[in-house]
T-cell receptor
Framework: RKEVEQDPGPFNVPEGATVAFNCTYS??????FFWYRQDCRKEPKLLMS???SGNEDGRFTAQLNRASQYISLLIRDSKLSDSATYLC?????????????FGTGTRLKVLA | DAGVIQSPRHEVTEMGQEVTLRCKPI?????LFWYRQTMMRGLELLIY????????DSGMPEDRFSAKMPNASFSTLKIQPSEPRDSAVYFC???????????FGPGTRLTVT
């Protein structure tokens, strides 16, 4: 089993749709979680951190489910500019250390 | 700030040659990371430094790979000798604090023929 798994997609959705991605992780002791966005042939950029209580940033909502060991990203009212690959990131290092494991990403295409 | 700077942006070399990739982190950032990205394996952490000291190099694939950080504003990743399977995009990232946002450079696209 991979340490961090994502559905590669692509998810093709029309503008204005709501879309959700999940990401599962193998280490139940993992402490921090993130979603990064990567545009084609560009570097990854932080989209949002994922907090235990869940968090929202505009049209984006991130959730953590520790019992089932997955995190999710919900995008509401999707825009053409949301088309990108979304990378799930889990810090699997022991407390106080880094061992950032990236998922291979989920590709989103928002269609006009 | 200029962000994380990497050079070269593209490198094409022949198998067996030495390759050196360079990175300048964001000024004031204490952590520096080297990643490799391929279609098959995604983004993999190779090594990271804290205050110029290597902390975890368990992701370095083999002895052909080495990384240094002689000062707070410069790091290198060297591959000697290079092999075709090393072809990938190599990213450098830096962060201000442990657990903080990582800022990635534009990457170096390496092709080994």
């Amino acid at each position: 089993r991979k340490e961090v798994e994502q559905d590669p997609g692509p998810f093709n959705v029309p503008e204005g749709a709501t879309v959700a991605f999940n990401c599962t992780y193998s280490n139940s002791a993992s402490q921090s979680f993130f979603w990064y966005r990567q545009d084609c042939r560009k570097e990854p950029k932080l989209l949002m951190s994922v907090y235990s209580s869940g968090n929202e940033d505009g049209r984006f909502t991130a959730q953590l489910n520790r019992a089932s060991q997955y995190i999710s990203l919900l995008i509401r009212d999707s825009k053409l500019s949301d088309s990108a690959t979304y990378l799930c990131v889990v810090n699997m290092g022991p407390s106080g250390t880094y061992k950032y494991i990236f998922g291979t990403g989920t590709r989103l295409k928002v269609l006009a | 700030d200029a962000g994380v700077i990497q050079s070269p942006r593209h490198e094409v070399t022949e198998m067996g040659q030495e390759v050196t990739l360079r990175c300048k982190p964001i000024s004031g950032h204490d952590y520096l990371f080297w990643y490799r990205q391929t279609m098959m394996r995604g983004l993999e952490l190779l090594i990271y430094f804290n205050n110029n000291v290597p902390i975890d190099d368990s992701g370095m694939p083999e002895d052909r790979f080495s990384a240094k950080m002689p000062n707070a504003s410069f790091s290198t990743l060297k591959i000697q000798p290079s092999e075709p399977r090393d072809s990938a995009v190599y990213f450098c990232a830096s962060s201000l604090s442990q657990g903080g946002e990582q800022y990635f450079g534009p990457g170096t696209r390496l092709t080994v023929t």
